[in-house]
């Protein structure tokens, strides 16, 4: 009777062990659902990692002659410090150059710098900006010119210390014309950064004008068909570049650990040109312009020095703040003088940044201002033509 009850106890637990659990079929159907689930660019993406998995695993042919280098590359096996792979000299020349550079113009501090471990970076940027004109432009007559805001958006692409970026006006993009745009190119390492800039504006200005010999009263309107161009190349060397990045703060390349700053030193060349269309002058602005003369011009080409400190708050783990201040000054050429007026002149100017940096794993935000200043002087009066930008921004590295 015994063994007839264990028989029985253990035909009635069969289907309380098999309850809640799925079958072959169940089974199947659920992994074939789980595949369905899948969005087409992840079917893509597994399909092409795939493949590139398997050509990189496949066999080839390992005899080191000349021209085993290029079947290694191919399958993922290149290696520079193996002296038997067959490197052509040029490709040797190339590689040692390049670790020299890396070395001797790259390298930090671990301390306070470490590197992000990506080559790559696509960043989005929403870019936001006036130029601004306040002085003389001519004897007893003050203006205040301030262009509406112009709300740029752009892309930036970089590879390691390369980085190319270019935005459009917004309004160019909905409507048509062109209001505005930028292209902005920039090389950072760790000694020194350099980068070149061309922008043009052809939005409205704002004009305040006030002449001390007619009432003495502000007059207000909105100006059209003045032209406002500029472009640049400025470049500077860090002296405290093993401990300071100046990447991390507006290239995204770099972590700043610690807390540091530097002095740095170099030299800007700009070319400026703001020109004003007679025709389409407000009747108001014809009213301030002394009898015989011409509309005001500005074009002219600077070539100057420059000497500013920059500095990287680390706040906590994730943050960063930088600012960075750099007065600069040489010699101003005037390519289109008035009557009477020297061609060259003192250049006086003063540019100033600040960053805001979040990174988090591969993706990173950024805010940054900048202001431009420049001093424009000439037989008839002075000026004081200014950029303001105000630009949020984000991306991931890869």
């Keep these: 009777m015994r063994r007839y009850y264990l028989i029985l106890m253990f035909l009635l637990c069969i289907p309380i062990l098999s309850w809640g659990q799925s079958s072959a079929q169940d089974y199947v159907r659920e992994q074939q659902d789980s595949v369905q689930k ?31 280098w290029w079947r290694a590359m191919k399958h993922g096996k290149i290696n520079f410090k193996d002296s038997t792979m067959g490197y ?53 007559v003050n203006v205040i010119m301030n262009s509406n805001l112009v709300s740029n958006i752009g892309v930036s692409l970089s590879f390691m210390a390369v980085s190319l970026g270019y935005s459009v006006s917004i309004s160019n993009l909905l409507h048509g014309g062109k209001v505005s745009n930028k292209v902005d190119f920039s090389f950072t390492c760790a000694r020194f950064t350099a980068d070149a800039f061309y922008w043009e504006n052809q939005n409205k200005i704002n004009v305040i004008y006030t002449d001390k010999n007619v009432d003495d009263e502000r007059h207000k309107f909105r100006q059209s068909g003045i032209s406002r161009k500029a472009m640049g190349l400025t470049a500077y060397y860090f002296f405290n570049n093993r401990r300071y990045a100046q990447a991390a703060a ?115 935000m950024g805010i940054q201002g900048y202001a431009d200043h420049h001093r424009y002087k000439s037989n008839n009066g002075n000026l004081v033509n200014s950029l303001l930008d105000f630009s949020v921004m984000g991306g991931i590295r890869f």
């Design 250 to 364: 507006y290239c995204f390349s770099k972590y700043q650990k610690r807390s540091a700053g530097s002095w740095l030193a170099g030299i800007s060349l700009q070319h400026y040109d703001v020109k004003v269309d007679a025709e389409q002058l407000a009747e108001e602005a014809h009213a301030y312009i002394p009898e015989g003369s011409e509309p005001p011009r500005i074009l002219y080409n600077d070539y100057c020095v420059l000497l500013g400190y920059a500095y990287n708050w680390v706040l906590g783990r994730k943050w960063l703040l930088n600012i960075t201040l750099t007065p600069y000054l040489g010699y101003r050429y005037n390519i289109l003088p008035n009557p009477g007026e020297k061609k060259g002149d003192l250049s006086l100017n003063l540019r100033g940044r600040i960053g805001i940096v979040y990174n988090h794993k591969q993706y990173f």
């Design 88 to 140: 052509p000299k040029f490709l040797m020349f190339c590689y040692k150059t390049y670790v020299w550079g890396d070395k001797a113009f790259n390298s930090y501090d671990s301390a306070y710098v470490t590197s992000t471990g990506k080559n790559w970076k696509l960043m989005l940027k929403s870019d936001n900006w006036v130029d601004s004109y306040i002085g003389h432009p001519y004897k007893d």
């Design 38 to 68: 899948l969005s087409k660019f992840q079917q893509l993406k597994q399909g092409v990692t795939k493949r590139i998995n398997d050509k990189l695993n496949e066999p080839y042919d390992t005899t080191r002659d000349k021209r085993y």
